[in-house]
């Protein structure tokens, strides 16, 4: 793991001057911005993976580019099937424009697990897929449901629901 201490505004200096990336400010999630949701849910593993000790660097990293794609990289095929290979286009994109390391990667592949195929394999992964299960609740009962009032804590459920699944998967595999 890597000692030095990163500010989030640091980790985020490289994608946010990057012109491929910074093209998700123009897509629309949740009903905000890509670009919004990618860094609300960097922002919260930052803050989430910082608390439980875990590989920050390499978990907001991963967070910022987990949906590093734009519509039209799929065509036709929206929906269900944008949701499996969503991971996979962002990972190759990434890889495309970073250095991205087997935390990030894995972290990046499985972030919507177990709509994919590809399981979280460390804590970091597991973080990411998390936070980006409950900021998606919070988005969708914000600007989509109008129910802010039932979002915090509907997210903080799902959200301590897998940290828990996350420690009993990965507690004998690190
Ligand atoms: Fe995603
Ligand atoms: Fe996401």
Redesign the pocket.
Same mark, same amino acid.
């Given at each position: 793991m890597r000692k030095r201490y990163k500010k989030f505004d640091t980790i985020a200096k490289e994608f946010i001057s990057n012109e491929k990336f910074m093209r998700i400010q123009n897509e629309s999630h949740h009903g905000i911005t890509r670009y919004e949701h990618s860094m609300r849910v960097a922002r919260n593993v930052y803050k989430l993976s910082k608390k439980l000790n875990l590989d920050y660097i390499s978990a907001t990293r991963a967070a910022i580019v @987990? *949906?590093f794609f734009v519509n039209e990289e799929f065509g036709t095929n929206r929906g269900l099937i944008q949701g499996v290979v969503?991971?996979d286009i962002?990972l190759a994109n990434a890889r495309g424009e970073f250095k991205i390391n087997d935390i990030e990667a894995n972290a990046i592949e499985a @972030?919507?697990f177990p709509l994919s195929t590809v399981l979280p394999k460390s804590k970091e992964a597991w973080c990411l897929t998390s936070v *980006?299960k409950a900021v998606a609740i919070y988005e969708y009962a914000t600007n989509k449901f109008s129910v802010k009032r039932i979002a915090n804590p509907v997210s903080y459920a799902v959200c301590l629901m897998f940290v828990y699944i996350m420690n009993f998967l990965t507690i004998n595999n690190r």
């Open positions: @987990h *949906d969503h991971p962002a @972030h919507m *980006d």
